[in-house]
């Protein structure tokens, strides 16, 4: 909200070699030193250090060092800890920080931010708080931060950002830098401008460069782009995502229900939306929750032990097939020690299937129109992984227990577990999405349940069928 | 490579409801009828639904059908699929297509596209074809994308495009604007431009809104930002995208090893790469290798069965564990049924933690200042969890089994097991990052080992050692 001076955009650039690394993380040393400073009571002596770093390496900092350090480290460096700083924190971070802040110090900070990074900071206060921040913010701020609460959470309504260049269509290229120039009370920071009907309804989308390289005379009517991808404002952040990837935008306008122009998003805050989203996968399909390092231990606890607990279900289904085969691994210890084998195959095979299946379903390349051709796809190589695996492990165990119908009890059972693990695999990702749930979160408990108790039902179905045991 | 005409800005917008669904999907009866009209020879009604979709829809209509009709619709389409399409296109679908075209079909497609997408398209290509190709090029396209090739693959080189905008700093913004309108052949579309000195070394970026706002007379010097973030020819893609995101990057400045200016990367290009190297993880963890539903059948049955029979040692490993506690098997039948139980707990515990850690690592939020930290708090985590399975897991074996030695023996196994489970499912991606190698690779083979191995050693051999079975 607060316009950058436009004669020295202040943003300090990345480090000298000596504070980052060739990652760009800062390197162990630093930290410590700033810390040793810190601990010293050397306020001037730490500020010193960090004075040189971009804000995103200052978040970066508050994230490397431990959380009982934090507090001392935002009283030593004090106002250095600002909006930017604040806005590029790690969520966790940041809420512990927030909430140690008395609301007129969260107020401040709210206030230098665009609306969307304001409003990321107070969405997840308690609503206690949320109200005292509110009312020690200027009067055009709260309306901008209070409006942008009203849309649902992960919505582009709370992304987007209210300042934005709106020009008439009649104007030529001479008129809008003439007012681009003249008002100052105008954003500074800026990728494209929209043209806007007098309904302030966006009828096309001008990059600044073209506006640049045209003649002052020409109308902005004719340099825009009339084909615009427009954001309902409220869109889920997902879509929006998967949006502005799709199209290649830098920004794009956001519109109401009746068509208005309400608001822009741009890519940089698009950006990790993308990350998030993508990491989320490997995050769901492993149980891990939110499965950030900085989350609190409590939270973390809860949501991985009932990942835990779902799968220890599931795995009471698969020895409750092996209980029902006590006698025939009696008989024969073999079977005990081979069955693993099939079920771990099994279960690696369906995983790998899985993963493929949800990802192509997150970027909708998995859609109608080719998941029968996915399927067979899977099938086929299903099949081949399974056959060539069965084959491995039927000569193997037929060699090292000296018993070929042992062998080719395995053998068959891989291949028969392979087969249904990417089956499993392809799936189950489909029907969970057809039924509008997100396959990330559940596939893994069915595909796992499957392939765990297929491998140990063939496997020992097969001894016993085969009069391998009696 | 060949600007875009500066009045008539020609992208086709996003579509009607009716060809997209709400995802941005095609929907699969307008995939549907552009093939019936293919396949009827009918080539003007197949163009004419296909003329008002966005070149992402269109590459998206060559990845839903068939592979079988791709040619069919390549050929009725004819020059609807020009470079914007190709260049949105999935990769394993675009090679099958330019493989199916002559080389100087291709050169017309590359002479079409900005040096990044060019090479991307020439870059996968035979060495004959590809000296074709180049052969057929335009001298400054060919002498442009050579240059590119020079790069090592998924290097900045081969990111960069090389039309951009540079000025010397002591031109006035009225300078520049005059020097934009008046040269027909610079490039159209840029974000930013960069300030050298005479050496070409830039010394200052600056953002178009920037020099719209500032009076004509202001040196261009006073408005740019010194401090800038510069991506070094040879930098990996991977990093090059981290520090997009991290410092919020519109366009960056690439220069080589003496520090002279020779390319800029944009984050549109940047966007598709972010995604893909968070794609890239779950398919990695998963032994997917690429993981791609259009990848051909024999290569992702290479990548696929290799992960298998790897997994296939380390479940040897686990088979010699129980084989040499044949004799307690056989003794107690029950140890065999409920087993499987504390491997597969174990299996899930360690894969939650590894995920984790795998994506703290790849996003530099897991750094050598907080290694130790994350260690700890993993394993408070792991004990946390795995004392409440192993109360839930003990309880119930000693009830179902009437045997409460058995019960403590389980509960036993299960803490070790998933305490083990979360030092190794951070250790592990730890170790293989600090030798580095890719944590995502290999990290899920050794976890697994680990908890596979030690659930059957932990649990059977706690049941021999505690004298439930003799």
Same mark, same amino acid.
């Given at each position: 909200?607060?316009?950058?001076?436009?004669?020295?955009?202040?943003?300090?650039?990345?480090?000298?070699?000596?504070?980052?690394?060739?990652?760009?993380?800062?390197?162990?040393?630093?930290?410590?030193?700033?810390?040793?400073?810190?601990?010293?009571?050397?306020?001037?002596?730490?500020?010193?250090?960090?004075?040189?770093?971009?804000?995103?390496?200052?978040?970066?900092?508050? %994230?490397?060092? &431990?959380? &009982?350090?934090?507090?001392?480290?935002?009283?030593?460096?004090?106002?250095?800890?600002?909006?930017?700083?604040?806005?590029?924190?790690?969520? !966790?971070?940041?809420?512990?920080?927030?909430?140690?802040?008395?609301?007129?110090?969260?107020?401040?900070?709210?206030?230098?931010?665009?609306?969307?990074?304001? @409003?990321? =900071?107070?969405?997840?206060?308690?609503? &206690?708080?949320?109200?005292?921040?509110?009312?020690?913010?200027?009067?055009?701020?709260?309306?901008?931060?209070?409006?942008?609460?009203?849309?649902?959470?992960?919505?582009?309504?709370?992304?987007?950002?209210?300042?934005?260049?709106?020009?008439?269509?009649?104007?030529?290229?001479? !008129?809008?830098?003439?007012?681009?120039?003249?008002?100052?009370?105008?954003?500074?920071? $800026?990728? %494209? =401008?929209?043209?806007?009907?007098?309904?302030?309804?966006?009828?096309?989308?001008?990059?600044?460069?073209?506006?640049?390289?045209?003649?002052?005379?020409?109308?902005?009517?004719?340099?825009?782009?009339?084909?615009?991808?427009?954001?309902?404002?409220?869109?889920?952040?997902?879509?929006?995502?998967?949006? $502005?990837?799709?199209?290649?935008?830098?920004?794009?306008?956001? #519109?109401?229900?009746?068509?208005?122009? #309400?608001?822009?998003?741009?890519?940089? &805050? *698009?950006?990790?939306?993308?990350?998030?989203?993508?990491?989320?996968?490997?995050?769901?399909?492993?149980?891990?929750?939110?499965?950030?390092?900085?989350?609190?231990?409590?939270?973390?606890?809860?949501?991985?032990?009932?990942?835990?607990?779902?799968?220890?279900?599931?795995?009471?289904?698969?020895?409750?097939?092996?209980?029902?085969?006590?006698?025939?691994? %009696?008989?024969?210890?073999?079977?005990?020690?081979?069955?693993?084998?099939?079920?771990?195959?099994?279960?690696?095979?369906?995983?790998?299937?899985?993963?493929?299946?949800?990802?192509?379903?997150?970027?909708?390349?998995?859609?109608?129109?080719?998941?029968?051709?996915? *399927?067979?796809?899977?099938?086929?190589?299903?099949?081949?992984?399974?056959?060539?695996?069965?084959?491995? @492990?039927?000569?193997?165990?037929?060699?090292?227990?000296?018993?070929?119908?042992?062998?080719?009890?395995?053998?068959?059972?891989?291949?028969?577990?392979?087969?249904?693990?990417?089956?499993?695999?392809?799936?189950?990702?489909?029907?969970? %999405?057809?039924?509008?749930?997100?396959?990330?979160?559940?596939?893994?408990?069915?595909?796992?349940?499957?392939?765990?108790?297929?491998?140990? $039902?063939?496997?020992?179905?097969?001894?016993?069928?085969?009069?391998?045991?009696?």
């Amino acid at each position: 909200m607060s316009d950058t001076d436009l004669e020295t955009p202040d943003l300090p650039a990345p480090l000298p070699a000596s504070r980052l690394d060739e990652d760009d993380r800062l390197v162990p040393q630093f930290v410590r030193d700033v810390m040793e400073r810190v601990e010293a009571g050397d306020d001037e002596g730490a500020r010193a250090l960090v004075q040189p770093l971009h804000p995103a390496d200052i978040a970066d900092l508050f %994230e490397q060092v &431990d959380s &009982d350090d934090r507090r001392a480290l935002a009283a030593a460096l004090s106002d250095m800890v600002d909006g930017d700083v604040i806005a590029e924190m790690n969520e !966790h971070v940041r809420d512990e920080l927030i909430d140690s802040l008395e609301p007129h110090q969260v107020a401040d900070i709210a206030g230098q931010l665009e609306t969307d990074d304001a @409003v990321a =900071i107070i969405e997840d206060m308690e609503e &206690d708080d949320q109200r005292a921040v509110l009312r020690a913010l200027d009067p055009d701020d709260r309306a901008a931060i209070e409006e942008a609460l009203t849309y649902p959470e992960e919505s582009a309504g709370r992304l987007m950002q209210r300042d934005l260049i709106a020009v008439p269509e009649h104007w030529t290229v001479g !008129h809008v830098i003439d007012y681009l120039r003249a008002d100052d009370q105008l954003t500074t920071d $800026f990728w %494209e =401008i929209y043209v806007v009907d007098p309904q302030h309804h966006p009828i096309g989308t001008c990059m600044l460069s073209w506006i640049l390289r045209a003649p002052r005379k020409i109308r902005i009517a004719d340099v825009m782009k009339r084909e615009q991808t427009l954001i309902p404002v409220d869109m889920d952040q997902e879509e929006v995502a998967l949006r $502005f990837q799709k199209y290649a935008l830098i920004s794009a306008a956001v #519109v109401d229900q009746s068509g208005r122009l #309400v608001g822009m998003i741009t890519v940089d &805050d *698009i950006v990790h939306i993308i990350q998030e989203e993508a990491s989320e996968d490997v995050l769901l399909l492993s149980g891990a929750g939110e499965g950030d390092i900085n989350e609190p231990i409590s939270e973390s606890y809860k949501s991985r032990v009932r990942w835990l607990v779902t799968n220890l279900f599931t795995a009471l289904i698969a020895s409750a097939i092996i209980a029902s085969f006590g006698a025939a691994i %009696e008989q024969m210890v073999a079977l005990a020690v081979l069955m693993p084998i099939v079920a771990s195959i099994g279960g690696n095979a369906g995983t790998q299937t899985m993963a493929v299946a949800v990802r192509a379903l997150a970027t909708n390349q998995l859609t109608r129109s080719n998941s029968w051709r996915t *399927i067979g796809r899977e099938i086929r190589l299903a099949l081949l992984n399974g056959a060539t695996i069965a084959i491995l @492990v039927g000569l193997g165990a037929g060699f090292v227990f000296s018993n070929p119908a042992l062998g080719g009890v395995i053998g068959a059972a891989m291949l028969i577990n392979v087969g249904v693990a990417g089956l499993a695999g392809v799936l189950v990702p489909l029907l969970l %999405e057809r039924f509008d749930q997100d396959p990330a979160v559940a596939s893994s408990v069915f595909v796992t349940m499957i392939t765990d108790s297929m491998g140990f $039902f063939a496997f020992l179905g097969l001894a016993v069928a085969s009069g391998l045991v009696g």
